[in-house]
C-alpha cells in the first residue's frame, strides 16, 4: 500500500531535550517535506527535499533541521525544542513534477513541548 | 505576498443539500489548484485538482469550478451526507517562492452535515 508514515504519533516532551521525528514513503517520490499545523493558520512548510542530499527552508524553519541521506527517508530533528513548537505535524511527499504536485501526506505527529 | 482566504466560520447544512465552500486568493496566478479534505487529527487527503484552463471539473458528488478573473474556486459538494463533514482545504499552485514550485494551504473550512 502507498502510504507516508510518521513516527512518533504523539509525543510529549520538555524544553530544550533534542528529538527527531521520522518520515518514510514507499512511492520512490523525489519530493518530501514538513508542514506544521496550528489552529487558525493552516500548514505552514518547514523544510523541504527535490531529492537526495537536496533540502532547503520553507516558510517557518526556525528551530528545525532535516536531512535526506535516503530517498524514502526525511527526519524532522529539533536540537532544543521550545514551547512555541507544540504543535501538529505532517510529512508530505510528491512526484516532483513541478506541474500537479499532489501531496501524500502521512498520518501527523502530535508534539507538546512542556 | 501571496494570500490563501477560506471562509473561518464552519459551514452548517442539513444532509441532502449542496454545500458550497469559497477559496479566494491574491497576489499570484496558479497555474492549478487542488482541493483536500482533512479530518480531525488526520493528514489531508488529496481529492480534486483543476487546471487554469479548465472552468470545470466533476468527480461522483463533488464539482469544483475555478475562476482565474475573479481569482476563486468554489468546491460543491451535492447530496451531502453526514460523512463528508471534515474540514477542506484549497492549494493553488504553483507558487514560485525561493525557486521551487511550491502549494500554498489555506486554512480551511470546516463543513459539518446534520442528519
Same mark, same amino acid.
Given at each position: 500500500? &502507498?502510504?507516508?508514515?510518521?513516527?512518533?504519533?504523539?509525543?510529549?516532551?520538555?524544553?530544550?531535550?533534542?528529538?527527531?521525528?521520522?518520515?518514510?514513503?514507499?512511492?520512490?517520490?523525489?519530493?518530501?517535506?514538513?508542514?506544521?499545523?496550528?489552529?487558525? $493558520?493552516? $500548514?505552514?512548510?518547514?523544510?523541504?527535499?527535490?531529492?537526495?542530499?537536496?533540502?532547503?527552508?520553507?516558510?517557518?524553519?526556525?528551530?528545525?533541521?532535516?536531512?535526506?541521506?535516503?530517498?524514502?527517508?526525511?527526519? $524532522?530533528? !529539533?536540537?532544543?525544542?521550545?514551547?512555541?513548537?507544540?504543535?501538529?505535524?505532517?510529512? &508530505?511527499?510528491?512526484? &516532483?513534477?513541478?506541474?500537479?504536485?499532489?501531496?501524500?501526506?502521512?498520518?501527523?505527529?502530535? !508534539?507538546?513541548?512542556? | 505576498?501571496?494570500?490563501?482566504?477560506?471562509?473561518?466560520?464552519?459551514?452548517?447544512?442539513?444532509?441532502? /443539500?449542496?454545500?458550497?465552500?469559497?477559496?479566494?486568493?491574491?497576489?499570484?496566478?496558479?497555474?492549478?489548484?487542488?482541493?483536500? +479534505?482533512? #479530518?480531525?487529527? +488526520?493528514?489531508?487527503?488529496?481529492?480534486?485538482?483543476?487546471?487554469?484552463?479548465? /472552468?470545470?471539473? +466533476? /468527480?461522483?458528488?463533488?464539482?469544483?469550478?475555478? #475562476?482565474?478573473?475573479? /481569482?476563486?474556486?468554489?468546491? %460543491?459538494?451535492?447530496?451531502?451526507?453526514?460523512? #463528508?463533514?471534515?474540514?477542506?482545504?484549497?492549494?493553488?499552485?504553483?507558487?514560485?517562492?525561493?525557486?521551487?514550485?511550491?502549494?500554498?494551504?489555506?486554512?480551511?473550512?470546516?463543513?459539518?452535515? %446534520?442528519?
Amino acid at each position: 500500500e &502507498a502510504q507516508v508514515t510518521q513516527n512518533p504519533r504523539y509525543l510529549i516532551t520538555v524544553t530544550g531535550k533534542k528529538l527527531t521525528v521520522t518520515c518514510s514513503q514507499n512511492m520512490n517520490h523525489e519530493y518530501m517535506s514538513w508542514y506544521r499545523q496550528d489552529p487558525g $493558520l493552516g $500548514l505552514r512548510q518547514i523544510y523541504y527535499s527535490m531529492n537526495v542530499e537536496v533540502t532547503d527552508k520553507g516558510d517557518v524553519p526556525e528551530g528545525y533541521k532535516v536531512s535526506r541521506k535516503e530517498k524514502r527517508n526525511f527526519p $524532522l530533528i !529539533l536540537e532544543s525544542p521550545s514551547p512555541n513548537q507544540t504543535s501538529l505535524y505532517f510529512c &508530505a511527499s510528491s512526484t &516532483a513534477s513541478g506541474y500537479t504536485d499532489t501531496q501524500y501526506f502521512g498520518p501527523g505527529t502530535r !508534539l507538546t513541548v512542556l | 505576498s501571496q494570500k490563501i482566504e477560506q471562509n473561518s466560520e464552519a459551514l452548517n447544512i442539513q444532509e441532502g /443539500k449542496t454545500a458550497t465552500l469559497t477559496c479566494n486568493y491574491t497576489n499570484y496566478s496558479p497555474a492549478y489548484l487542488q482541493w483536500y +479534505r482533512q #479530518d480531525p487529527g +488526520r493528514g489531508p487527503v488529496f481529492l480534486l485538482l483543476i487546471r487554469e484552463n479548465e /472552468k470545470e471539473k +466533476r /468527480k461522483e458528488r463533488l464539482k469544483v469550478t475555478f #475562476d482565474t478573473t475573479l /481569482k476563486q474556486s468554489l468546491f %460543491h459538494i451535492t447530496a451531502s451526507q453526514p460523512a #463528508d463533514s471534515a474540514t477542506y482545504l484549497c492549494a493553488p499552485g504553483p507558487s514560485f517562492s525561493g525557486g521551487y514550485n511550491k502549494l500554498i494551504f489555506g486554512a480551511g473550512t470546516r463543513l459539518a452535515v %446534520h442528519p
